[in-house]
């Protein structure tokens, strides 16, 4: 099992990144997906998760309406696109498959004038 992460970096308030992890070495189609990121100081927390065809997806109160997280199962590559991003955003970003207890090796996403 492997994920790629890529995308990440500084950014300006308001401002936008998308975040891409592409995997290798399972069924990719066949499994959910999550997003996860940990704030300097702060326990890791769940930003959004998508079920294995793309068809619910659900986020954290503080992402909604800002974050959109979605999945190209013939890339086997899930995406968290990131709008109107805030101080508050930053932290390392960690892709994760919670049925095989695997986690990405984290990007860092840095908001900040």
């Known amino acids: 099992v492997q994920v790629v992460q890529s995308g990440g970096g500084l950014v300006q308030p308001g ?11 399972f069924a990719f189609s066949r499994l959910k ?12 927390e769940l930003v959004a998760s998508i079920d294995a065809s793309g068809g ?8 909604k309406g800002r974050f ?3 999945r ?3 890339k086997n590559t899930v995406y968290l696109q990131m709008n109107s991003l805030k101080p508050d ?7 994760n498959i919670p049925e095989l207890v695997f986690w990405g090796q984290g990007t860092q996403v840095t908001v900040c004038s």
């Open 89 to 95: 955003d930053t932290g390392v970003y960690y892709c």
């Open 68 to 70: 959109i997280i979605s």
């Open 33 to 44: 997906m999550r997003w996860h990121r940990q704030a300097p100081g702060k326990a890791r």
């Open 15 to 25: 401002g936008s990144l998308r975040l891409s992890c592409v995997a290798s070495g």
């Open 56 to 63: 619910t997806t659900n986020y954290a109160d503080s992402v």
């Open 72 to 74: 190209d199962n013939a």
